[in-house]
């Protein structure tokens, strides 16, 4: 739609609440930036301005866990939420899609994994696309990734050539590569980053003390504009138990849990109860609201 002429589109979002009809609508540069982008383009992020709710989410898969869990009476009422999961293939798009959505007047919510705090400009952009003040959380985010940084210094490319090098002794011959050593290589990357224990850990990971303290300072005020830190590092966190990763984590989830009543996922539950609590319109905007619309015209 977008791409073939951003300078004659013009992209609006009709929205009724009571007897007032409420237009936003996406300015040009908003529009090329989406047109530029293959991404965003192929997303579904344009069909977020028909609905009440937009989450964003880092992979496809934790768009199915965190909607799967949402869906749950326990958790979202009687009423089916009317919310959509748009997934952005990693956290360095997150925020240009939350800054488009949030031009449209769209609500939304951003769910990300616990080494969105390994970026500073990473962090600090999502952060006040959002909403949010840096200059509030600075301190915060700076204890927390001091911290991080002071019980596994990253690895230099000298020790991570030397750790693969150990991995490849005695390897010759014409045959298939031995997928052992390639596990044991893939585990090598893994550990270049200080942050690999915070993903596979999250919280606890932390010392206790200080850091603990700013880190759920910086979480508390994340959640004020709807940026939702996983607490438990990453969705795989949730269900220890189930040693899978990705889209296969998710399916023997679904076909081996109860996602409603399992113990292991109650801190899922939890979870996504804080972010609809925040997220989901009161009693009295559901009754004032209509469904939002769009109309995309040229110019």
């Known amino acids: 739609m977008v791409e073939g002429g951003s300078d004659k589109v013009r992209i609006v979002r009709l ?8 237009v936003k609508e996406l300015d040009n540069e908003h529009t090329k930036a989406v047109a530029k982008d293959t991404l965003a383009r192929f997303s579904r992020v344009f069909d977020g301005i028909f609905f009440e709710h937009v989450v964003i989410c880092e992979a496809d898969a934790d768009c199915m866990f965190y909607q799967s869990i949402l869906n749950l009476p326990t958790i979202s009422g009687d009423r089916r939420p009317d919310v959509l999961f748009v997934h ?4 360095h798009r997150m925020a240009k899609l939350a800054d488009t959505l949030r031009s449209l007047d769209v609500p939304v919510s951003v ?10 400009g990473t962090f600090k ?3 006040q696309k959002l909403g949010g003040d840096w200059a509030a959380v600075e301190t915060h985010w700076k204890t927390v990734s001091e911290a991080v940084l002071k019980q596994r210094p990253p690895l230099n490319a000298e020790q991570v050539a030397g750790l693969i090098a150990e991995q490849l002794k005695g390897i010759t011959g014409t045959g298939e590569f031995p997928e052992d050593k390639e596990r044991a290589i893939k585990e090598v990357f893994k550990t270049v980053s200080p942050w690999n224990a915070m993903k596979r850990s999250g919280r606890t990971a932390l ?14 005020s994340c959640s004020d504009y709807r940026l939702w830190i996983v607490p438990v590092g990453e969705i795989e966190g949730f269900c220890r ?10 399916e023997k989830v679904l076909e081996e849990r109860s996602l409603e009543t399992d113990p292991e ?14 997220a989901k319109p009161s009693s009295q905007e559901e009754s004032a609201i209509d469904s939002g619309s769009a109309v995309s015209t040229s110019a």
Do not use: C, M, Y
Request: without cysteine; proline residues 5%.
């Open 15 to 22: 929205r009724r609440e009571g007897d007032v009809n409420r």
């Open 88 to 91: 952005t293939a990693g956290k």
């Open 111 to 120: 769910i990300a994994d616990i080494d969105i705090l390994n970026e500073e």
């Open 125 to 127: 952009n999502l952060f």
């Open 207 to 220: 010392p206790a003390g200080e850091p603990i303290k700013h880190f759920d300072a910086l979480t508390k």
């Open 241 to 250: 138990s189930i040693g899978s990763h990705g889209p296969r984590f998710v």
């Open 265 to 278: 996922l109650q801190d899922a539950r939890e979870f996504v109860g804080e972010i609809w609590a925040k």
